[in-house]
C-alpha cells in the first residue's frame, strides 16, 4: 500500500519541472545567507587582509627606516672622523711649524746671547788691559828711575820732571808699539 | 521498500520516486528543512570564525580563511579581474558555500540527500540571482545597447556571418546560460544519488533475499563505496564550476573586450 502510494506519486512527478516553492524558499535561503556574509563575515576578512598588509607594508617600511637611519650614522661617523684627521693633520703641521718658529728663535736668541757675551769678555778684557797697563807704567817708571838714578848717580827726586821723563818714554814706546800690535 | 524486499518479491530499481518523500510535516519536505539547515551551518561557521580574526591565524580560523580565499582569490579574482572583483566576494562566496553544503549533504549519514537535486534550488540562485546580477552590472557599465552588442557580437567576426552569430549568442547569453547553470548541478547531483541509490539497495536487495545472490552483494556495495568517494568529488566540483561560472558571467558583462 505504501509502495504503490509512492509509485503512483512518482509517476505524476516530473523532476526537471521545478516546484515553485522550493525556488522561493531557495530564493530566500540563499538571500539570507548572502545577506549574513556580506554584512558580516566579507567585511571582517577584508579588515582583516587590510590590517595584515598594513602590518607587513608597515614592517617593511620600519626596517628600511632602520637601514637609513644606520646609513645616515654611518656617512656622519665617516665625516666626523675625516674632520678629525684633517684636524689631526693641521695641528701636526701647526706644531711643526711652531717648532722650527721656535728653534729659529732659540738660535737668534742664543747668537744674541753670545755677542752680548763676547762684547762684555772684550770689554772686561779692555779694562783690565787698561788697568794692567796703568800699574805698568807705575811701576815701570819708579824701577827705570830707579836704575836710571843709580846708573846716572844723580837721584831724580823731582816728581814733575821724573813723571814727565816717563811719560814721554811711554808715550814713544806705544808710538812705536801700536802700529805693531794692530 | 524494506517490506517490500522481506517478501521476497521483485527488485524494484529506485527512481525519480525516490527523490520526493512524502512531506515531514504540513508541506515542509525533507530538501526544505535540508536548505534551512544548510544556511544556518553556513552563517554559524563564518559568523564564529570571524568573530575574532586575528592577523596571525589559528587553526581554525585559518581553514575558515582558505575557504573565502578560495572564494575570493581563485574564483572571483580569477575571473572578475582584479579592478572589479571585490564587490562579487560575498555574492561567488555565498553560492559557492551554499551549492557545496547542499551538496555534501548528499553524503552526509541519515541526511543523504543532496539538496541540489531537486532543480528548484539551483534555479533559483542561477535564474534569480546569477542572471539578473550579471545582465545588471553589464548594462550598468555598457549602457543598454552597447551591452547588448557587447554580448551578443563578438569582436573580430566577420560581418557576413552576424546574421547567424548574433541570434545564437543572444540565445545564449540570454536564455540558455542560466538554465544550463542550474541544470547542470541538478543532473549531477540527481545522477549520483541515483547511482548511490541503486548500488545500495541493489546490494540489500542482493543480501536479503537468500540464496546464492549473497555473494554478490558485496560487489555492489563496494561499487556503492566507490562511487561516494566519487560522488564527493563532483559535489565539490559542481559546486566550483557554478560559482565559477556565475563569476565568469559577470567577469564578461564588466569586460571591455571579450
Known amino acids: ?182 | 521498500m524494506t517490506k517490500l524486499l522481506a517478501s521476497g518479491s521483485e527488485f524494484v530499481a529506485p527512481g525519480v520516486k525516490d527523490f520526493f518523500l512524502p512531506p515531514i510535516f504540513g508541506s515542509v519536505t525533507k530538501p526544505m528543512v535540508l536548505l534551512v539547515l544548510s544556511i544556518l551551518i553556513i552563517g554559524a561557521f563564518f559568523i564564529a570564525a570571524t568573530r575574532n580574526l586575528k592577523v596571525v591565524p589559528g587553526k581554525f580560523q585559518f581553514a575558515a580563511e582558505s575557504l573565502y580565499d578560495f572564494g575570493r582569490n581563485n574564483i572571483a579574482r580569477e575571473q572578475i579581474g582584479a579592478k572589479d572583483f571585490k564587490p562579487f566576494i560575498p555574492l561567488i562566496l555565498t553560492i559557492f558555500t551554499f551549492i557545496l553544503v547542499n551538496n555534501l549533504f548528499g553524503l552526509i549519514p541519515i541526511i543523504q540527500f543532496p539538496t541540489m537535486s531537486h532543480i528548484g534550488f539551483p534555479l533559483a540562485v542561477s535564474l534569480l540571482v546569477v542572471y539578473p546580477v550579471y545582465h545588471f552590472v553589464g548594462f550598468k557599465r555598457h549602457g543598454f545597447v552597447g551591452y547588448l552588442k557587447h554580448q551578443t557580437v563578438p569582436p573580430g567576426a566577420p560581418w557576413f556571418v552576424l546574421p547567424l552569430l548574433i541570434p545564437i549568442e543572444f540565445f545564449q547569453k540570454f536564455i540558455l546560460n542560466p538554465l544550463t547553470l542550474a541544470i547542470r548541478v541538478f543532473a549531477a547531483m540527481f545522477a549520483g544519488h541515483l547511482l548511490l541509490l541503486v548500488f545500495t539497495l541493489a546490494g540489500e536487495f542482493l543480501l536479503l533475499n537468500g540464496g546464492l545472490t549473497v555473494i554478490v552483494a558485496p560487489v555492489s556495495f563496494a561499487f556503492a563505496i566507490a562511487l561516494t568517494f566519487l560522488e564527493a568529488l563532483i559535489m565539490c566540483l559542481q559546486a566550483y564550476i557554478f560559482a565559477l561560472l556565475s563569476a565568469s558571467y559577470i567577469g564578461m558583462a564588466l569586460a571591455e573586450e571579450h
Open chain 1, 1 to 182: 500500500m505504501y509502495d504503490t502510494l509512492i509509485l503512483a506519486a512518482g509517476d505524476e512527478v516530473n523532476p526537471v519541472i521545478p516546484h515553485t516553492s522550493e525556488i522561493i524558499l531557495g530564493l530566500v535561503a540563499f538571500l539570507l545567507l548572502f545577506f549574513v556574509i556580506k554584512k558580516f563575515v566579507s567585511p571582517r576578512f577584508e579588515a582583516l587582509y587590510a590590517e595584515r598588509t598594513a602590518k607587513i607594508e608597515g614592517g617593511i617600511e620600519k626596517a628600511e627606516q632602520a637601514q637609513a637611519d644606520a646609513q645616515r650614522t654611518l656617512e656622519q661617523y665617516k665625516e666626523q672622523l675625516a674632520e678629525a684627521r684633517a684636524e689631526a693633520a693641521r695641528i701636526r703641521d701647526d706644531a711643526r711649524a711652531e717648532g722650527l718658529q721656535i728653534v729659529e728663535e732659540m738660535r737668534e736668541q742664543a747668537q744674541a746671547e753670545s755677542a752680548r757675551i763676547i762684547a762684555q769678555g772684550q770689554h772686561q778684557l779692555d779694562a783690565q788691559r787698561a788697568q794692567i797697563v796703568a800699574e805698568l807704567r807705575a811701576d815701570l817708571g819708579r824701577t827705570a828711575v830707579e836704575l836710571a838714578s843709580k846708573v846716572v848717580g844723580e837721584s831724580l827726586e823731582d816728581e814733575s820732571r821724573r813723571r814727565g821723563t816717563v811719560d814721554r818714554f811711554l808715550n814713544e814706546l806705544d808710538a812705536v808699539a801700536a802700529p805693531a800690535g794692530k
